[in-house]
């Protein structure tokens, strides 16, 4: 009885054991198929991340294209798409971006002229983990196509004119206006789509001494100057005043001071006072030289138009002069004289008029 008795326990004992090994067996299998099922989760996640980070990485090399190209022929016919192909001719793509079909890239105005880039990824299964790896690729935001309250919205009908078909459901969309960080402190040299006002300066701006070249017209409200050289054109709708001017194609002013002045083809100004001479290409102009007023000792001028009048403290010497009014002080002369209302009461010459031809005097 008592052998029986200890086979029984030892039964026992042999069960309680299988049964915990069963039971290990089986939480370890469960923990092992939880680790499986978040290794997959993880592993998915990161291809949605990497899927963000890529679409980041073309519209930033397609933004490069929109900085560094010519656009404007492409932005005024509505924009343009951009092939992988196309931004690797270009330089824009880094080394080892591999493309994508699904990534769409190109170019629109972005409402003030400017060419804007834009990048739209169709397909997306997990939006929020690809927006967030578009932020960690270094985007500012990356918007939801179809939401009428997105920012980029408003570009949707463009890109989809430059694509020539609907966005798909669920696309998602980056455009240079709202899609990229900047600073407003910094002053950019090249059109910023969407922010015009990063560049223009809010602060005098101080050129150290140094040269300011290459303008091909020049708009102020005031300009002043120890010497100044206007390659283009120049407009200024205050007054200007240098110690030797030099314009181009063509100067505008209000009032213009000066004691040296030359002009290469015309001078358009409602008052000019130089103290010195006012010369045209070395006593040339090939346009003309137009004022309401000017005073000047001293005056060189292949062609001379002037609307109301126009007086020369010293003397004046002319190829060709037309003037509703001529006032000299010391004395003139010149080729040829023609003015339809210029006549004696009109003309006042304090010293010598010396005139080979004149028309209307």
């Known amino acids: 009885m008592t052998c029986l008795h200890a086979m029984g326990r030892r039964r026992t004992r042999g069960g309680a054991l299988l049964f915990g090994v069963l039971l290990l067996l089986s939480l370890a299998f469960a923990v092992l198929a939880v680790d499986r099922q978040r290794r997959a989760a993880d592993a998915l996640a990161e291809r949605h991340e990497a899927e963000g980070r890529l679409l980041a990485a073309w519209f930033l090399a397609a933004h490069r294209a929109a900085q560094e190209g010519d656009w404007r022929d492409a932005v005024a016919r509505g924009g343009a798409g951009l092939s992988a192909a196309g931004l690797a001719a270009m330089g824009a793509v ?41 932020l960690a690729g270094g985007l500012r935001r990356l918007d939801d196509a179809a939401s009428p309250s997105a920012p980029m919205a408003r570009h949707r009908p463009a890109i989809e004119a430059v694509l020539g078909r ?46 300011i070249g290459g303008a091909v017209r020049l708009d102020a409200a005031g300009f002043t100057g120890r010497g100044a050289g206007v390659a283009g054109s120049a407009s200024v709708s205050g007054s200007a005043g240098a110690a030797t001017l030099a314009g181009g194609a ?68 002319f190829r060709d002069a037309a003037a509703g009014r001529l006032v000299l002080g010391s004395g003139a002369t010149a080729d040829r004289l023609a003015a339809g209302g210029l006549y004696g009461p009109a003309l006042a010459v304090t010293g010598a008029l010396a005139v080979d031809v004149c028309e209307g005097c």
Not at 113 to 130: T, W, Y
Not at 255 to 277: F, I, M, N, S, Y
């Open 94 to 134: 880094p080394p080892g971006l591999r493309a994508d079909g699904r990534i769409a890239l190109g170019v629109i105005d972005d409402g003030h002229g400017v060419a804007m880039a834009f990048a739209v990824l169709e397909g997306a299964a997990a939006a929020a983990q690809v927006r967030a790896g578009a």
């Open 166 to 211: 609907p966005l798909a459901a669920g696309a998602l969309m980056a455009t240079a206006d709202h899609a990229l960080a900047w600073r407003n402190e910094i002053l950019h040299r090249r059109p910023q789509p969407g922010r015009p006002w990063l560049n223009r300066m809010d602060s005098p701006l101080d050129a150290g001494s140094f040269d």
């Open 250 to 317: 063509a100067f505008t002013a209000g009032t213009l001071e000066a004691p040296g002045l030359v002009v290469r083809r015309e001078l358009a100004v409602g008052t000019l006072r130089a103290l010195g001479a006012v010369r045209a290409a070395g006593a040339a102009v090939r346009g003309g030289l137009q004022s309401a007023g000017l005073a000047s000792r001293t005056l060189f001028a292949q062609g001379l138009a002037a609307g109301s009048g126009l007086t020369a403290g010293g003397g004046a010497a």
